[in-house]
C-alpha cells in the first residue's frame, strides 16, 4: 500500500471496507438472484403502474426468447432507443440473457448521430420508442440496421392512462405511423408470443462484453467503451458497499438520470437490480413531476446531477411537498455547489455528496463518503479496489506531491476493456493498467481528490458531455463558414453552455440566429450554440490547430472584466 493510499483509505468511513469479495457472475444474473430473493417485491414503478421482480424477469426472458428467436446470438449488438420506463429495464437485462450486447442510444440523438453508431457498434437490431421512429426510419438502410422492435409509452401505463394517453398523443400530434413487415415487430407483442424460454449461454464475466457506452472519452472522438459483465457488476457492488446501512429488498431509488447514459445505468438500475430496490421511473425531468413522485413514492436514494438537485430547491412550490424520506444522493456529471448542497439536505434532511466517474470506468470510481468526512468542491475519495494518482502531464509517469495538479489516472476493476474497434485509442486510454481520465486533478493532505480543469475541451452543461468537435464538424458543413470553434461558457442553471466563433468565407454574411438554427437542424437540443462571435480570425498553434483554451482564456477575461 502506497503512502497516498493509506491517505484517503484511513478516511474510510465505519462499514465501509478497503477490499471487497466480487460475485462471479455476468450481469443479468444480479436481477435474477434479486428475483429469486424479492418475487413480490416491487422493481419498478411508471406512472403509478408497477412491476414486481417476478414479473420483471418473466418478461426479460420472453424477450431474450424473442431476441433469440429473431437470430441474435452471443456477441451480437443490440440498439436501445428509450426514455426511462419498464421497457427500457426489461430491453437492457433481456439483450444481455440472449447473449447480446446492449448499446445505448441517446434519444435526442439526430439523425447523423443514430447513423453514426449504428455503423460503428454493428447494431443489427434497435429496440425504440415509436415517437423515435421517424428519425429511425430515415437512416435505416444507410446505417445497415434490419430490425426494428417498437414500443410506445402507453404499453405499461395502468389503467386508464394507457386508454387516454392515445388521445392525448393525438391531440398534441405524437401519433406516429408505426411501420409494419418483415423487420419490424411490436414490443408487447413480442412478450406475448415468446414463452419465457431463453437461451443459455456459458459467460466469461471478466471477458464478455455487457454494454458499449459511447463517449467522447478522453480524445474528444465519440467511441464505445468495451465494459464487461465483471466491471458493471463491481461498480455496482461497490457502491452497495458505500451506503453503510443499506436495506436490500427496501430501498426506493428515483430514477430520474437518464438509464442511457453510463451513470443512471449503473447507480439507478444495476445497483436497483443487484439490491433487489425499487426503481421509481421518470421519463423526462420535470421539477414538478420529480416533486409530486417524491411526495407519493418515497424514495430512499436519488442519484442526480447538480442541475436536477437546484431545479428541485428553487421550485417555488417546494415547501408544499414531503421530501423527508430522501436519505441519500449522490451528485455527479458537474461540480456540486455548496450552497445547493446545503439547502437540498435541509430541505430532506438525507445527505447529499458529491462523487466522480466516466463512461471509461462504467462509471464511478470517486465518491465522498455519505456518511463521514466530506469535503466540498471535491470528488471525495476512490471507491474500495480502486487506486488513483495524480501524474506529471509531460510524461504521465511521474507521481505529483500532495496538492499539485497533474492528470488523474485510475487502476480498478470497473476500467473498461478498450474502445470498440479502436486499438489506438484504447493504447493513449489505457497505459500500464492505468486509465488516463484527460482530467487534471489534485490530492490534498487527506487523500481527497479535486478536479481542477473537466476535461479540458469538453462542455459539460445540464449533465450532458458535449464535444466541441461534434459541433464544429456541423458548423464546417455551413456553407457560409470558414473556422469555427466551440468553447464552453458559464451559465447558471446548466452549469455550462455552448459559445462558437465562426470566422466567415470572404464576401459572406450571416447573423448569430442562422448559425443557431442551422445547428438545430444538426445537433441534439442540448448540443446547440447559444452563443455565436463571428471573427476575422482565430488563434492557432504553430502547426495550425485552433486553440480553443486560448478562446475560453479571452472569454474568462471578458466576463471578470463585466
Known sequence: ????????????????????EYPDLALFQVLERSAERFPHNTATIFMGGKLTYAQLLDKVYRLATALADMGVKKGDRVGIMLANSPQAVISYYGILKAGGIAVEFNPLYVEREIEHQIKDSGCKVMIALDLLLPRLSKVRESSGLETIIWTSIKDFLPFPLNLLYPIKAKKDGQLVHVPTGEGNYQFVDLLKKHPPDPPSYKFNPAEDIATLQYTGGTTGVSKGCMLTHRNMVVNAYQLTRWLPGLKEGGERILTALPLFHSYGMTTCMNFGALTGATLILMPRFIVKDILKAIDKWKPTL????????????????????????????????AALPVEVQ???????GGRLVEGYGLSEASPVTHANPVFGLRKSGCIGIPLPDTYAKVVDLETGKKEMPVGETGELIIKAPQVMKGYWNRPDETAIALRDGWLYTGDIAKMDEDGYFYIVDRKKEMIIAGGFNIYPRDIEEVLFEHPKVM??????????????????????????????????????????????PEFVEFRDSLPKSMIGKVLRRVLAEEEKAKRAAG
Not at 342 to 348: A, G, I, M, N, P
Request: hydrophobic content about 40%; proline content about 6%; aromatic content about 10%.
Open 1 to 20: 500500500m502506497s503512502d497516498f493510499e493509506k491517505l484517503w483509505q484511513a478516511n474510510y468511513p465505519e462499514g465501509v471496507p478497503r477490499h471487497l
Open 302 to 333: 436519488f442519484p442526480g446531477a447538480p442541475t436536477m438537485y437546484i431545479g428541485l430547491i428553487n421550485h417555488p412550490d417546494v415547501a408544499k411537498y414531503d421530501l423527508k424520506s430522501i436519505t441519500a444522493c449522490i451528485s455527479g456529471a
Open 342 to 348: 446545503k439547502r437540498f439536505e435541509e430541505l430532506t
Open 483 to 528: 473556422e469555427a470553434a466551440a468553447i464552453g461558457v458559464p451559465h447558471e442553471y446548466r452549469g455550462e453552455t455552448v459559445k462558437v466563433f465562426v470566422v466567415l468565407k470572404e464576401g459572406e454574411q450571416a447573423t448569430a440566429e442562422e448559425i443557431i438554427e442551422y445547428c438545430r437542424s444538426k445537433l441534439a437540443k442540448y448540443k446547440v
